[in-house]
């Protein structure tokens, strides 16, 4: 976990906070990651977003939908859960810019 939010603090867009329940990231003030647990983040991809990419999510073991129907949460074990984080990242910053 320590590479990914070495690799998101070094992202231009997002601003990283300590908050009381945990490091979060935001984009132009809204908050599109929490980091809530040691091998955990959560991803608020919009609604619209997870509609669309609603299949590929469902068939990732690495992805599970949140109660919020914005977020998702994204286990990171291995090399590749952080590619997967990244790529969901770059959705969420795209959903939030736009």
Do not use: N
Not at 31 to 49: F, K, M
Not at 55 to 79: F, I, N, P, S, T
């Amino acid at each position: 976990m320590a590479r990914a939010v070495a690799e998101l603090r070094s992202w231009p867009v997002l601003a990283a906070s300590d908050t009381r329940r945990g490091l979060t990231f935001a984009v132009r003030g809204t908050e599109i990651l929490r980091l809530s647990g040691p091998d955990q983040v959560q991803v608020r991809l919009t609604a619209p977003a997870i509609d669309r990419l609603g299949q590929y999510l469902r068939e990732c073991v690495q992805v599970h939908q949140c109660a919020d129907g914005a977020w998702v949460a994204v286990q990171v074990e291995a090399e590749p859960d952080l590619e997967l984080l990244f790529s969901l990242t770059s959705v969420a910053i795209k959903a939030h810019v736009t």
